[in-house]
Each structure stands twice: as C-alpha cells, then as structure tokens.
C-alpha cells in the first residue's frame, strides 16, 4: 500500500473505503493477490454492467487486437466504429423509432455532457441551462456548474455560471415544474430563457431519486411549448440500468439530445457518446473534438454488448427479475428496522435504501466490506446505500450479496441495541 500514499494524490476515493489491493476480477466478484475475494455490488459506478472481464466481449476483442485492428484513429473512418453503429441502430435506435445522430466526444461522460451544453447552446443562441437539484453531471466546469453536489462544486476554484436550478421532483414539497413555467411565463420573473434543461431521469449520485413518467412528461411538453431542448443525462441510468436500455423509455418521452458513457462501451473501456436529434447537428467540422474520441477497442466491445445482450427482451427481464428479489429484501428491511431506514429508493437495478443517516449507511456499507462485498453509498449526505452490482450477476450472487447485507444490517442493529441498553 505504500506506493499508493506516497505517489497517489489526495483525491482519491474508493480506495478510502476499500483499502486493499485488487488483482483479478471477473463477472461479480474481485480478488486480491491473496486470494481475498469480494462480491463487487459497485460495477464500476455503472460502468461494468456486463460484468468483469465478461468472456465473451473479450474474445470479440482479443480477436480485433490480434487481428491488429486499428486502436486509435481519431474520428477517422474504422470497421469497428461501423459495427457499432451498425448495432446501435439496429438493435437499439430502430427498435424504439429513434431517430438520432452519434457524436462520439472525449471518453468519459463529463465531455459528453459538456459537448451536449455546447450544442444547445450553439443552436439556440443562448447561455443559460436549467439543471436539478441533486443532480450530477461531471466535474468539468460547465457540467459541474449543473451539478447541485457541493462538495463537487468547491472543488472548482471558481465561480459556476449559466446554470438556473430548480427543484426535482419531490424535492421539499415543491413543484419545480410549475414554478418552472411561471418564471418562464413572466415577464418579470427574473429567469432568462434556457437553451437547454439537463436532467437524469433518476439521479444516481443525488440518491437514486426518480422522476415519476408523468412528471418527465409535463417536463418534455413545457420544454417544447418554450422552444427549450431537453437533454437526457444517461451515463449511469443507461444501457440497462434502470430496467430498459434508456431510463426515459417508459415515460414515452423522446429527448432532444441523451448523453450515454460508463457502460455503453461494454467491457469498461473509456467511451462517451452524444445522441442528437438530425436538426440539431449544426457543428462545423472539428468544431468540437478530441484526441481520444475514437476508442476502437471500445466500439469492438459496445458493438458485440448491444448485439448478445439487446437483440431480444431476455436480460431486460433478467434485470426486472434481479430487481424485485432486490425489493423484497429491501422491504423485509424496512419493516424489521425502522429505527435504521427511511424507505427505498431508485428503480429496476439503479436501487438502494435511505438510511436515517450517512452513519449508518457508512457503517452498513463498511460491515459488507468487511464480510465480503464492496457495496457504496449515494446522496446528499451519503444516507443510501446503493446496490449497483453488474446487470449480468446470477440469481445465486444476488442471493449471496443481499445475505451479506441483511447480516451486516443485522450487526449495525444489534449494536446500537446494545449502545442503547
């Protein structure tokens, strides 16, 4: 561990709450060279949906390395980029009766949120963009001005402009989206016309908060009676997440742009992409780049992602199932131990409970770790406990991961039954 203090910046993180050194990894679980092995119910933040090493992405892409297919080519034209394309559409654009064009960004979800603001801003002629609160969306200066995090905020060193931010659905009793369209709708409300509003349709790091269909569909008409582009931030919510392949599918909504990262690449290979409606696509060659926004090996593993797990409703249901086993025992929980939870949070995969405060979710989350599993928290103050394990995970690992947890709650329990006596 040494040569991590000594070389490793300050700003690390998960390796605060996990301190050991990982090895190997494959489908759910990871390993230590001492052969310590921990169920990962973290998947990379929603990067790893398929799954460590999942061996059939890596065959596709041992396959396209050994065949020295290109790895880095810019924006040029590739076989691999092709392919994706080609999946993308077919397996996942057509079948919805989506009609977007793919802008492939920097490889980290940040640059594609920010190419996003870019774009909406370049189309409308305007400056301002209206984000949630709770809501994260990187930490690069224009998508951490539409961040709510405060302690993501302090890390800019600088002021944050050109965001408005109105409440989320169910934030304080207030109906953001009312509020919303008053200020719109008055001339003397202070409000300057977005270009854009920036939202997740469930907020991963705000707390798995979700916003109901019926909300996202008032929010879709109010964007469009006011001539306002909505962005869907997807990075974490999609490719599966929250139960369909995009968390706004069952709302019926069809945004104007979608950012997609994390798990669109497949195996956990750096990739971020923006969906933009045809009309929107007013970029001058070069106008927006980057040197990295061509990751083939990326587009390998995305392109054979889409074709072996979206061809068919299989893991959609597989990802329903996995949900409710989750929902049962969060509710069995909640039921048994008031005095520790609040309720339970989220949908499909994208699930947790709140905790009646960032201690003991802290403490839940360091008792799994110790028996076992890497298991994170999510919100404001670090109050849900967020089960974000690979979408791939057999019936038997959710059994084993969800006993670690209800034994881990079991010993919080019992503990500060005995601190109380």
């Known amino acids: 561990m040494d040569i991590f203090k000594k070389q490793e910046s300050k700003v690390r993180s998960y390796s605060n709450s996990f301190p050991v050194v990982f090895q190997t990894a494959k489908g759910c679980w990871l390993e230590t060279a001492e052969g310590e092995r921990y169920l990962d119910f973290l998947a990379g933040a929603g990067s790893l949906n398929y799954g460590h090493n999942n061996p059939v992405l890596k065959e596709a892409l041992l396959d396209y390395i050994a065949a020295d297919g290109i790895t880095h080519g810019l924006d040029m034209h590739s076989n691999a980029k092709a392919d994706f394309l080609h999946a993308l559409n077919d397996y996942i654009l057509a079948p919805r009766k989506l009609d977007y064009k793919v802008q492939f960004t920097g490889p980290t979800g940040t640059n594609a949120v920010e190419a996003a603001l870019k774009l909406a801003r370049k189309v409308k002629n305007r400056s301002t963009i209206v984000a949630f609160t709770n809501g994260f969306h990187g930490c690069t200066a224009g998508a951490l001005a539409a961040t709510g995090n405060q302690h993501h905020r302090q890390g800019a060193g600088a002021t944050l402009t050109n965001v408005t931010r109105i409440p989320y659905e169910g934030y304080a009793g207030v109906d953001g989206l009312a509020l919303f369209e008053t200020l719109l709708s008055d001339n003397s409300g202070g409000i300057d016309k977005p270009a854009a509003v920036l939202l997740e349709t469930v907020q991963g790091e705000g707390g798995l908060n979700v916003a109901s269909n019926a909300w996202l569909q008032r929010l879709s008409a109010l964007c469009k009676a006011h001539d306002i582009l909505l962005i869907v931030d997807d990075i974490q919510a999609g490719c599966g997440r929250t139960g369909t392949f995009f968390s706004f599918e069952p709302s019926g909504i069809e945004p ?32 927006h780049n980057g040197t990295f926004r061509g990751n083939n090996h990326a587009f390998v593993t995305a392109a054979k992602a889409l074709e072996i797990y979206w061809s068919d409703a299989q893991f959609e249901t597989h ?28 949908r499909g995969m994208m699930i947790g409970i709140e905790c009646q405060s960032g201690d003991i979710a802290a403490a839940i989350a360091k008792t799994c770790f110790a028996n076992g599993m890497i298991i994170e928290t999510a919100g404001p103050n670090d109050e849900v406990v967020k089960f974000f394990c690979p979408l791939t995970i057999t019936d038997a690992e959710l059994e084993q991961g969800l006993n670690i947890f209800e034994g881990s709650v079991e010993a919080i329990a019992e503990k500060q039954f005995k601190q109380a006596s």
């Not at 104007?256 to 970029?283: N, R």
């Not at 329903?320 to 039921?335: C, D, G, I, M, P």
């Open 256 to 287: 104007d742009m979608v950012t997609l990262s994390k798990s669109i690449g497949g195996y956990g290979l750096p990739m971020a992409v923006v969906l933009l409606k045809p009309e929107l696509d007013i970029w001058k060659p070069g106008e």
């Open 319 to 346: 990802i329903q199932r996995s949900s409710s086993k989750v929902s049962e025992v969060l509710q069995r929980n909640l039921a048994k131990y008031p005095d520790l939870f609040v309720q339970e949070k989220g």
